[in-house]
């Protein structure tokens, strides 16, 4: 069964540094998505792709994040000056159909900001 | 308000039982509502979507009272591996739109 995958599964960075996390969505999946999970807290939307543009952005997708698909099977998040408050489990997700908009995670990446 | 409500739990039961979560939501204009199953440390998994006739897959119903804006899971004859945490998750509007997760209910099953 196709599945999104994402690199890698566990980054540490020092405060201030750039990351940038990887997704290969699944592949006839056009929607594509991340969100951030910070420790005990519940999932929350970062921001949403369509077409080569951003479609959707929340308040904590601020000038600090980036997304971009630069090719045609990865999905990148970039965060340019991370900061302690960024550490959290970053999931990629995709939808292929957005009539029934469900959408399928990725495994996610464990972000530790020191 | 919080956009979506859930017990917390923990709710602890024995194999065999049947329990039922309940959710609640605040935004009128929500379109589509799911449950995602979740283990500890691991992504959320699509365990069902939510229809206004209501579903079924196996020992899982799910229905979904657009009136009150509420939304329950039943899961019958419990399995350990049902352990787990259960989000309530719904999207503001139709079609692409993100989704807005509750912060879940845990449940373990025990032996």
């Known amino acids: 069964e196709p599945e999104v995958t994402q690199t890698p599964s566990h980054q540490v960075t020092q405060m201030g540094q750039e990351v940038i996390l990887r997704c290969v969505p699944i592949?006839?999946?056009?929607?594509f998505y991340w969100y951030r999970q910070i420790l005990g807290q519940k999932v929350e939307f970062l921001v949403s792709f369509y077409n080569n543009e951003i479609s959707e952005k929340s308040e904590i997708f601020d000038d600090q994040f980036s997304v971009e698909r630069p090719d045609g099977s990865n999905f990148t998040l970039k965060i340019r000056s991370t900061k302690l408050e960024d550490s959290a489990m970053y999931f990629c997700?995709?939808?292929?159909?957005?009539?029934?908009?469900?959408?399928?995670f990725g495994p996610g990446t464990r972000l530790t900001v020191l | 308000r919080k956009e979506v409500e859930q017990d917390p739990g923990p709710f602890n039961v024995p194999e065999g039982a049947t329990v039922a979560f309940n959710c609640t939501y605040s935004?009128?204009?929500?379109?589509?509502f799911f449950w995602y199953r979740q283990d500890c440390r691991k992504e959320p998994k699509l365990l069902m979507s939510v229809y206004s006739s209501g579903n079924e897959d196996g020992r899982f119903t799910a229905q979904l009272n657009r009136a009150s804006q509420y939304i329950s899971l039943l899961i019958r004859d419990s399995k350990l591996s049902d352990s787990a945490t259960y989000l309530c998750v719904v999207s503001r509007f139709s079609g692409n739109t993100p989704l807005v997760f509750g912060k879940g209910t845990r449940l373990s099953v025990i032996a």
């Open positions: 592949s006839n999946h056009l929607y």
């Open positions: 997700a995709s939808c292929r159909d957005s009539s029934y908009n469900e959408q399928f």
């Open positions: 935004n009128s204009a929500s379109q589509s």
